[in-house]
């Protein structure tokens, strides 16, 4: 389900800035959890009853653990549906 749509915005806007200052976290409620891409930065600025689903970061040097192999593929398979539905609100 999608529950926000940013306004656009112009230039070199970070990621933390629109969080910030486009009213995205005064709809956050309580047990809502952010599916995000590994260079999202505003862990600090969520709620602590608001989860944060991203990637584990991994070195190419290192070998990710089962449970970190089962997040990043779990959270792969969600985020296929979640570009598919992007598409979608693009061509609206």
Do not use: Y
């Amino acid at each position: 389900m999608v529950t926000f749509f940013s306004r656009l915005w112009g230039g070199h806007v970070s990621d933390r800035q629109i969080v910030q200052h486009d009213e995205f976290l005064q709809k956050l409620s309580k047990g809502d959890v952010i599916m995000a891409d590994k260079d999202f930065t505003v862990e600090d600025l969520l709620p602590a009853d608001v989860g944060l689903n991203m990637p584990p970061r991994v070195s190419k040097k290192e070998q990710m653990s089962h449970l970190e192999f089962f997040k990043t593929n779990s959270i792969a398979s969600v985020r296929i549906v979640v570009e598919l539905k992007m598409e979608q609100i693009k061509k609206i």
